[in-house]
T-cell receptor
Framework: DGGITQSPKYLFRKEGQNVTLSCEQN?????MYWYRQDPGQGLRLIYY???????QKGDIAEGYSVSREKKESFPLTVTSAQKNPTAFYLC????????????FGQGTRLTVV | QKEVEQNSGPLSVPEGAIASLNCTYS??????FFWYRQYSGKSPELIMF????GDKEDGRFTAQLNKASQYVSLLIRDSQPSDSATYLC??????????FGPGTRLSVLP
């Protein structure tokens, strides 16, 4: 089955630690995205990538980093510089054309302990 | 900055009624428009997409787009308790990314 896999589903981070969230897709999509969702809020864009080895900052990129070394993978690192990382993180992918939807993974819930 | 706005709700309707959800967007360069449904703690799932002005119907759902007014709506006919969720409006900008609204929480009362 084609889809997007995010792991882990739940992640706990200690203060000062970096953590990496995994996102893998087998839909052969060129574009991939990372969104953050806080309780009762909409989705805010962290980073996006339209092609391998290239990515752009979204609205809230500070404290996060990404890489796009393979078409199917777009990991997100939450660094210690991100002061309030507790949130629900969603990875998505799409074809790079106008008439396309975003397909979402199941999300990773990150909690700072 | 590209913005998408929605009434946060909650919007409460009785079972069997029509639920009307509205969305406005700021940038006329928008390309495609989407409605996603999100249950609590889950990821969004696509309900409808619309690319051209006018109405698009799919079962109990109708999406309406008016590019001149920069307005998108979603009508849910014969609302069911299982429709209770948050509905996210999204706008796709070609070659860039999807911008999401804050979502409208819908509650369908039995």
């Amino acid at each position: 089955d084609g889809g997007i896999t995010q792991s882990p589903k739940y992640l706990f981070r200690k203060e000062g630690q970096n953590v990496t969230l995994s996102c893998e897709q087998n839909l052969n999509h060129d574009a991939m995205y990372w969104y953050r969702q806080d309780p009762g809020q909409g989705l805010r864009l962290i980073y996006y990538s339209q092609i391998v080895n290239d990515f752009q900052k979204g609205d809230i990129a500070e404290g996060y980093s990404v890489s796009r070394e393979k078409k199917e993978s777009f990991p997100l690192t939450v660094t210690s510089a991100q002061k309030n990382p507790t949130a629900f993180y969603l990875c998505a992918s799409s074809r790079p054309s106008g008439n396309t939807e975003a397909f979402f993974g199941q999300g990773t819930r990150l909690t700072v302990v | 900055q590209k913005e998408v706005e929605q009434n946060s709700g909650p919007l409460s309707v009785p079972e069997g009624a029509i639920a009307s959800l509205n969305c406005t967007y700021s940038d006329r360069g928008s390309q495609s428009f989407f409605w996603y449904r999100q249950y609590s703690g889950k990821s969004p799932e696509l309900i409808m997409f619309i690319y051209s002005n006018g109405d698009k119907e799919d079962g109990r759902f109708t999406a309406q787009l008016n590019k001149a007014s920069q307005y998108v709506s979603l009508l849910i006919r014969d609302s069911q308790p299982s429709d209770s969720a948050t509905y996210l409006c999204a706008v796709y900008y070609y070659g860039q990314n999807f911008v999401f609204g804050p979502g409208t929480r819908l509650s369908v009362l039995p």
